[in-house]
């Protein structure tokens, strides 16, 4: 975890995404998403080819969708 004027960040190994559950997010009324590239060292080519498979809605490789499948609500 990283603690910086009382802002934290947990940092897992392995990166939280719920990229192949965007069909479900916008039946939810999810109209927009981010990724973040951050903490971690990505090459730009790296970064592009990652963009491109979430906004397919893949997973990212070894990626996890932590409490994500407990529901939306």
Not at 25 to 50: I, K, M, T
């Amino acid at each position: 975890m990283i603690n910086r004027a009382c802002r934290s960040v947990l940092i897992n190994r392995k990166p939280y995404c719920i990229a192949a559950r965007l069909d479900e997010l916008q039946r939810a009324g999810a109209r927009s998403f981010r990724a973040d590239f951050l903490y971690r060292r990505y090459e730009p080519d790296e970064v592009a080819r990652l963009w491109r498979k979430i906004r397919q809605g893949e997973t990212i490789p070894g990626g996890h969708e932590g409490n994500f499948s407990r529901g939306l609500a």
